[in-house]
Nanobody
Framework: VQLVESGGGVVQAGGSLRLSCAAS????????MGWYRQAPGRQREFVAT???????NYADSVKGRFSISRDNAKNAVALQMNSLKPEDTAVYYC??????????????WGQGTQVTVSS
């Protein structure tokens, strides 16, 4: 299973970016899709997730600014990031939890995409 991310970059504070991630490979189903991030010197942290047919969940730090969406037909998830702040600077990782070809729950991670917000 491969997760391909796109959309990172450099933006000024107050600006917007949109991250996209598409999953491909042998998955029987996908339950949860989402995004985590890791800033330099810090642990990876939850940003947002969305379950199949469920409501999205957001970290308090991004509520009201970020919006997650998914396209089940394309096995894709997107993160619209508005009103970006310098503290949002991090490597953002796409996350997928699903059922693999052997019927077992499995977690998958993308390679990460850098988001840099300048003040």
């Amino acid at each position: 299973v491969q997760l391909v991310e796109s959309g990172g970059g450099v933006v000024q504070a107050g600006g917007s970016l949109r991250l996209s991630c598409a999953a491909s490979g042998r998955l029987l189903s996908i339950n949860t899709m989402g995004w985590y991030r890791q800033a330099p010197g810090r642990q990876r942290e939850f940003v947002a997730t969305i379950r199949s047919g469920g409501s999205p969940n957001y970290a308090d730090s991004v509520k009201g600014r970020f919006s997650i969406s998914r396209d089940n037909a394309k096995n894709a998830v997107a993160l619209q990031m508005n009103s970006l702040k310098p503290e949002d600077t991090a490597v953002y990782y796409c996350y997928v939890q699903g059922i693999n070809e052997f019927g077992a729950p499995s977690d998958y991670w993308g390679q990460g995409t850098q988001v840099t917000v300048s003040s």
